[in-house]
Structure formats: structure tokens, C-alpha cells
């Protein structure tokens, strides 16, 4: 069985408040939360409240690199002399912070320019973009979809960034930011690495819908995968259709993403900029694939319908394919 603990993020934050979950029967303890002094002390009672002892710890399980789920990662795991696991593709943006970051900020860099984002609102998005309290590097077990720690199974389920995983036990599932109660996690903002983002988040809720009923989500308490698994799929396509009119009733021949995001959601600016985009750039390459849009390339990517209108059933999820 698991238990979970509540971890305030802070003011001003998208997510809100985190779950993360601790297995004491398995040593296990998954996305320890941000790297706040009040979550480090409300971690360290939950897990005592649990009946584990932070020396009882063997494993630290990250299901995807953000901050507000791997941030007391490296801590938790020094403190408890504890393995730290994390799947490939995210582990170097935990186990080698300091360089990973440099690259992520140059590619966040490139991946904005080409969505057509203002100079001044690129300087915004990265200015804020502040340095996280982790060590430079931490040793890192880097996972492979299918492998089992401790009885935890890893479900790689990419979308939201690119390594991220789901974990299973044979009692429950643990979702990390795949579904969440009350709102849809960014798709393509939320890493840049992707070149296929909503098509491999969707894949990916396709993938796990049919392991359990209920599910552990990373941000609030249990939820029913297919309600939440019909709710994304639902949503997904009224923005890729709202995408659709977007582009087709411009002015302009071609559209940005950036110009997209800002009739789909208004102005923007910092790390909202940066999501909406990403969220734009993201259904506007998913319906290139699907063959409705076509994609002009150039220092700054623009798309143009092919169709004369939205078809209905639109193709928007893919076969599944974990990278």
C-alpha cells in the first residue's frame, strides 16, 4: 500500500499543490516535491507518519525532471543513503543539473525564436527561467520503460517531457503529470525536446488507460484513468480544431505558433509564453502529421491549412511508441 503527502509549491506557481507517495513496505519513496525548506520538513513528517524511517529509504523514484517533482530528489536520497532513479531521457536534467540546464536554456532559446516569439518576450521567458537549488551532478540510476525497482514498474508515457514515466505496483499506478484532476498538464512547452509531443502524450494516455481504474496522480488525490483518459482526448481535439480555424481565418498566407497561442489564449508573457506556444506548436505539427496542415520551413516555422475545412475524426492519436 502507499501513502501520499501533500507539498505546498508556493505562491504563484501552475500546479499547485503536490502529492508525492511513499511505499514503506518497499523502501520506496516517489517525486519527493519542490526544493522548499516547508516541504523538505512536511516530506520528512509524512514519511515518518507513513512508518518509514528516512534510513529505511532504498529507492527515490522521480517520474519526470520538473522541479516541483524532483526538486528534494538528490536530498532525500543523500540523507537516506538511498539509489536515485530516474528514466534516461530526464535523468541528466536531475544527475547533471548544471550542464543539462545550459542546454535546455539554449534550445528553449532556439525551439522560441523558431515559434515566432518576439525578441523582447524570448529575453522574458529566459530571464525567469531562475536556477534551481540541486546539485550540479548526483548519481543517477538511468531507467529503461519495463524495468522494475523494488516491486515498481516503469511505465515510460512521454508527452509532458520527454523521459516521463508512469510507475506500477501490483496495487496501484502512479501517474506523475500524465493525468491530473483538474486541469490538462502543457504539451510542448513543458519540454522542447519533443518533436512530436502531443502525439507521444497521447500515445501515451492510450497506453495506460487500460492498467488500472483509479490512479495516484502527481499534483491531487486518486482519479479514474478512463474519465480523465476521455476528458484529455476531448480537449485535445477542440484545441486542435480551435488551431485549425486559427491558421485558416489569418490574414496572413502561413502562421506562427506564437501567432497561433495569442488567438487562442491572448497575450502572454514569462513562462506562459513559453506553454502557450509550446501548446500551440504542438497541435499545429500534430495535424501536419495527420496531413491537414502543411509546415513552411524557415528561421521561423509557419503553418497553412490543406484542407478547406476541420474534418470530423480527426486521427489525433498515433500507435504508441516509446522514445
Known amino acids: 500500500m502507499s501513502e501520499s503527502i501533500r507539498l ?48 529505511g529509504i532504498d529507492h527515490v523514484i522521480v517520474t519526470h525532471w520538473h522541479i516541483d ?88 508515457t512521454p508527452g509532458h517531457t520527454s523521459g516521463h514515466v508512469s510507475l506500477k505496483t501490483d496495487a496501484d499506478v502512479f501517474l506523475g503529470d500524465l493525468l491530473l484532476p483538474t486541469y490538462t498538464p502543457n504539451v510542448g512547452g513543458s519540454d522542447t525536446r519533443l518533436r512530436d509531443p502531443l502525439g507521444q502524450y497521447l500515445s501515451s494516455v492510450t497506453r495506460l488507460e487500460s492498467t488500472r481504474e483509479c490512479g495516484n496522480p502527481g499534483h491531487g488525490t486518486e482519479m479514474c484513468i478512463p474519465d480523465a483518459s476521455d476528458g484529455v482526448r476531448r480537449h485535445h481535439r477542440e484545441r486542435a480544431e480551435a488551431a485549425f480555424r486559427a491558421i485558416s481565418s489569418a490574414e496572413s498566407a502561413a502562421s506562427t505558433p ?31 502529421a495527420v496531413g491537414i496542415v502543411e509546415r513552411l520551413d524557415g528561421e521561423t516555422v509557419r503553418y497553412r491549412p490543406v484542407a478547406d475545412s476541420y474534418p470530423a475524426d480527426v486521427p489525433l492519436t498515433p500507435s504508441f511508441r516509446s522514445a
Open 258 to 288: 506564437w501567432e497561433v497561442a495569442k488567438r487562442l489564449f491572448g497575450e502572454m508573457t514569462g513562462v506562459h509564453a513559453k506553454f502557450g506556444a509550446g501548446e500551440a506548436a504542438a497541435h499545429l505539427q500534430r495535424l501536419t
Open 8 to 55: 505546498s509549491v508556493g505562491e504563484g506557481t501552475l500546479e499547485g499543490t503536490n502529492s508525492a507517495y511513499v511505499l514503506p513496505e518497499r523502501g520506496v519513496v516517489i517525486d519527493p516535491g519542490p526544493p522548499s525548506a516547508s516541504a523538505w520538513t512536511a516530506l520528512r513528517d509524512g514519511i515518518t507518519d507513513a512508518g518509514l524511517a528516512l534510513e
Open 69 to 156: 517533482h524532483a526538486g528534494l530528489a538528490c536530498r532525500l536520497a543523500e540523507r537516506a543513503d538511498a539509489s536515485l532513479h530516474v528514466h534516461r531521457n530526464d535523468a541528466p536534467l536531475v544527475g547533471s543539473y548544471a550542464t543539462a540546464r545550459d542546454e535546455r536554456l539554449r534550445r528553449d532559446r532556439r525551439t522560441l525564436a523558431r515559434w515566432g516569439l518576439p525578441t523582447s518576450i524570448r529575453a522574458d521567458v529566459i530571464d525567469r527561467d531562475t536556477p534551481s537549488p540541486l546539485p550540479d551532478s548526483f548519481p543517477v540510476a538511468r531507467r529503461e520503460d519495463g524495468d522494475v525497482v523494488a516491486g515498481v514498474e516503469f511505465v515510460h
